[in-house]
T-cell receptor, first 114, second 111 residues
Framework: AQKVTQAQTEISVVEKEDVTLDCVYE???????LFWYKQPPSGELVFLIR??????QNEISGRYSWNFQKSTSSFNFTITASQVVDSAVYFC???????????FGSGTQLTVLP | DTAVSQTPKYLVTQMGNDKSIKCEQN?????MYWYKQDSKKFLKIMFS???????INETVPNRFSPKSPDKAHLNLHINSLELGDSAVYFC??????????FGSGTRLTVV
């Protein structure tokens, strides 16, 4: 069984603040993939990152960074110097072992205020 | 070119009607999926097809029937629509367990 928990339902920040979105996952498999998706108000699902279980290096892409820690089963996402256009629902997701289904967390609604 | 395209984008229909949502991917992926996103934004897998064979069938009413005529297409047919079927339906594709590429979604409203 696999499970993803995003405990933060909603977060509001003021533009230029840094914000971290938390993601905790559960799986019994040693091989798995973790994902982050962004869903802006327009509704589409935008792929942000995929990380496999054997690669614990943190990743930075512009203002986005991801902190993968197997010891705490977490895959947190930080936006630096947030902008209004970052306002969206962000989903963390997991696929593990031989499972093909992508299990999503419940999402975090991020609102960046001007 | 759109990688995963689904039509229509919006669908408003009356209770009891039958409707279909079409999905096509041009990525050469071997696996396609249907997800449902409810009013609380929760995303849940409904079906998955690998090379035209059904491999995941979650607890979904049998009024929902996926059809995969070939690897590039996975359509969703819904019979006797109910109010509770109102949701956004996303099609997706992947090669094995790699990245899911999602369509833009179909917002179904049953009145």
């Amino acid at each position: 069984a696999q499970k993803v928990t995003q405990a933060q339902t909603e977060i509001s920040v003021v533009e230029k603040e840094d914000v971290t979105l938390d993601c905790v996952y559960e799986t019994r498999d040693t091989t798995y993939y973790l994902f982050w998706y962004k869903q802006p108000p327009s509704g589409e699902l935008v792929f942000l990152i995929r990380r496999n279980s054997f690669d614990e290096q943190n990743e930075i892409s512009g203002r986005y960074s991801w902190n993968f820690q197997k010891s705490t089963s977490s895959f947190n996402f930080t936006i630096t110097a947030s902008q209004v256009v970052d306002s969206a629902v962000y989903f963390c997701a997991l696929v593990s072992g031989s499972a093909r289904q992508l299990t999503f967390g419940s999402g975090t609604q991020l609102t960046v205020l001007p | 070119d759109t990688a995963v395209s689904q039509t229509p984008k919006y669908l408003v229909t009356q209770m009891g009607n039958d409707k279909s949502i079409k999905c096509e991917q041009n990525l050469g992926h071997d696996t396609m999926y249907w997800y449902k996103q409810d009013s609380k934004k929760f995303l849940k897998i409904m079906f998955s097809y690998n090379n035209k064979e059904l491999i995941i069938n979650e607890t979904v009413p049998n009024r929902f029937s996926p059809k995969s005529p070939d690897k590039a297409h996975l359509n969703l047919h819904i019979n006797s629509l109910e109010l509770g079927d109102s949701a956004v339906y996303f099609c997706a594709s992947s090669q094995g367990r790699r990245d899911r590429h999602f369509g833009s979604g179909t917002r179904l409203t049953v009145v």
